[in-house]
C-alpha cells in the first residue's frame, strides 16, 4: 500500500528527515506538492535540498516503520494526499 502525506519541512529539519527515511527499508520519496514531476529519493540529502522548502512537500512510500510515521508527524504533517 502506497502513503501519501503533506509535510513542511524547514532547513533544521532536513538532515532528520534523511535519517529517518534512510532508516526505512522500504522506498521514500519526496516532491513539492506543486511540481510533482520532479521527485527526489527522500533518503538523498543533496535531493531533498533541492526543493523548494518553502511551500508542501509531498512524501510518498510503500511500507510502515513507527520511527519514520512519528517524524512525519512532528513535521507538521498537514494533510492526506
Request: charged content about 25%.
Amino acid at each position: 500500500m502506497e502513503y501519501n502525506k503533506l509535510i513542511h519541512l524547514n532547513l533544521n529539519q532536513v538532515s532528520d528527515f534523511v535519517r529517518a527515511a534512510s532508516n526505512c527499508n522500504f522506498d521514500v520519496d519526496i516532491a513539492n506538492k506543486e511540481r510533482r514531476n520532479y521527485i527526489v529519493d527522500a533518503k538523498s540529502i543533496l535531493g531533498v535540498l533541492g526543493l523548494d522548502l518553502r511551500g508542501p512537500l509531498l512524501v510518498s512510500y510503500n511500507g510502515h516503520d513507527q520511527r519514520f510515521e512519528n517524524f512525519l508527524n512532528r513535521c507538521r504533517c498537514i494533510t492526506a494526499a
